[in-house]
């Protein structure tokens, strides 16, 4: 099994980006999708969380400038970022949930919001 995460990069405060997150292999059914960062000196925190229902979760630093989704048939989340701010400034890593339950981790990308 195989995540891997694409759209990272470097952006003005203000702006937006959108990251994807495609898993590949046997990876089963799924149920939860989301994404965690993980900025310099600090934990990793999750970001959003979308469920095979589609119920969704944000954390509240991105509430209402991040929209989680996901597309069943391609096992890919997406996350469009908007009004990005400097703290937003992280490596962000996707992961899968499946209903084993087992949890699949991205490598990661690097996302750095300059002021």
């Known amino acids: 099994v195989q995540l891997q995460a694409s759209g990272g990069g470097l952006v003005q405060a203000g702006g937006s980006l959108r990251l994807s997150c495609a898993a590949s292999?046997?990876?089963?059914?799924?149920?939860?999708m989301g994404w965690y960062r993980q900025a310099p000196g600090r934990q990793r925190e999750l970001v959003a969380v979308?469920?095979?229902?589609?119920?969704?979760n944000y954390a509240d630093a991105v509430e209402g400038r991040c929209g989680i989704s996901r597309d069943n048939a391609e096992n890919t989340v997406y996350l469009q970022m908007d009004s990005l701010k400097p703290e937003d400034t992280a490596v962000y890593y996707c992961?899968?949930?499946?209903?084993?339950?087992?949890?699949?981790w991205g490598r990661g990308t690097q996302v750095t919001v300059s002021s």
């Open positions: 992961y899968v949930q499946t209903v084993l339950p087992r949890v699949y």
């Open positions: 292999g046997s990876i089963g059914r799924i149920n939860a």
């Open positions: 979308i469920t095979s229902g589609d119920s969704t």
